[in-house]
């Protein structure tokens, strides 16, 4: 739990030492151009731990002490860590390949890492876990393979069409739950058989989102 709290503490200072707007948020926000042409590459890591305002980072550090327990009980610090940098880093690798060709686009938040949280969380026990939205009653929670098909959906429709008024880094999120679901089933690769029907289901948006990307090169 320590490592948790060592987690939210260090992104909510980054976070507030480095505000919306500031020269230092500038400076290391996730941006297309500053990869890509100046080589930026600590961009793909340190947007992780801005947001863009107090919500935002509120949100996304409850989603993860939400979650992050029971990550770390099933995969040891070493484990929590890898999944949580890796799926910023791999959501802002898939961000970067989606708008190579669009300099100006830029993106903040801890989201693609709590989406790996989360992913390595549902995929070890698909049906049991449950998924409730905040405020409404635990009754209303559904089983962590259809909010994992939710999910998935909605990031592939959002990013097939994109709106003008949609802030939101559906690429991030969608790289970051995709580490974390695959990171859980290479380490345990029993569960993973076990679950594979669920686990087939959550996946059947990304499997379209492959065919648009790398068949009919519709994004990108």
């Known amino acids: 739990m320590n490592i948790l709290i060592l ?8 976070s507030f030492v480095a505000p919306n707007g500031s020269p230092n948020f500038e400076k290391y926000k996730f941006n297309v151009g500053a990869i890509v042409y100046r080589k930026e590459y600590i961009r793909l890591l340190s947007a992780g731990f801005l947001h863009a305002d107090i919500m935002h980072l509120v949100l996304n550090m409850f989603v993860l002490f939400s979650f992050g327990p029971a990550v770390l009980s099933d995969f040891g610090v070493g484990g929590f860590l890898t999944i949580y940098i890796g799926s910023i880093i791999l959501g802002n690798l898939l961000s970067l390949l989606i708008y190579k060709n669009q300099s100006w686009y830029s993106a903040i938040g801890a989201s693609g890492g709590v989406a790996g949280i989360i992913f390595a969380s549902v995929s070890l026990d698909p049906v049991l876990t449950k998924i409730g939205i905040i405020f409404l009653p635990p009754e209303l929670s559904i089983p962590g393979y259809i909010f994992g098909f939710l999910y998935f959906g909605y990031s592939v429709y959002s990013m097939l ?6 802030n939101i880094g559906h690429a991030a999120h969608l790289g970051g739950a995709v580490f974390g679901l695959v990171y859980s089933v290479l380490i345990f690769p029993q569960l ?9 289901v959550m996946s059947l948006p990304l499997m379209y989102l492959s065919y648009e990307i790398f068949i009919r090169k519709r994004i990108g």
């Open 7 to 14: 987690v939210i503490a260090i992104t909510a200072i980054i």
């Open 192 to 200: 993973a058989m076990k679950n594979i029907f669920f686990l087939g």
């Open 161 to 166: 069409y994109p709106r003008s008024n949609d």
